[in-house]
């Protein structure tokens, strides 16, 4: 069975220095993470809808890596 395929919404802003990667187009809010640079977006009910990334430029030379719960 073809499993359905699965959109994701990423938006960067050059100016702002900042990503933002959406898994659904939902309601929801951005709360912090283990990262200053993180926020992770989530519904009401805590599922994770997407991320956003702060200062996007600085991670040329070192790659992030983060865990979203």
Sequence with gaps: MAKKAVKVKVWYDREGD?????????AGYFRETSND???EKVDSK????GFSVLKISQL????LEIALV
Aim: aromatic share 10%; no cysteine.
């Design 46 to 49: 805590g599922n994770i809808l």
């Design 37 to 39: 640079k993180v926020m």
């Design 18 to 26: 900042y990503l933002e990667v959406l898994f659904e187009k939902k």
């Design 60 to 63: 040329k030379k070192q790659p």
